[in-house]
């Protein structure tokens, strides 16, 4: 077997995203809509779902981490939705931050957070390129 077929990139497994406080962190979620799947304070853990798929958002304890804003250059990991703009609104309602105001990116439009440990989280739309989103359109 050739390097090059020696695996596949399949998709995405979960992303990982260090907290300082767990139970912070999960509240901080659950208001900005990310539903738990199951949180193992035990083991410093919760699991937030992402859509219909089994791999999702986990949260992980690290208590050396303090609170942080987002530089520019943090990773970002982008989730889509139906409507950014929506998106923010809810968000907005929840008492959620947003970074700045939805932007308009190439395939629609992008609304970001921030949770208080600077990990960055996008929400973002296809309403301009419906045909490479999951989501329908109405």
Known sequence: MSDEESYELLGFDNVLLPVGDLGEAVAFYERAGFPVV?????AGIALL????????????????????????????VWLEVRDA????????????????????????????????WGNVIGLTDYGKRPELGRAPQA
Request: aromatic share 6%; charged share 25%; no cysteine.
């Open 49 to 76: 779902r992402v859509g219909k798929e089994t791999p999702g958002l986990l949260l992980q304890l690290d208590g050396e981490l303090g609170r942080r804003t987002p530089p520019w250059a943090s990773p970002r």
């Open 85 to 116: 703009r929506a998106a923010a609104d809810a968000l907005a309602a929840a008492g959620v931050a947003t970074l700045d105001a939805p932007f308009p990116v190439a395939t629609g439009w992008t609304v970001e957070l921030a949770d208080p």
């Open 38 to 42: 199951f949180r193992l304070d035990e």
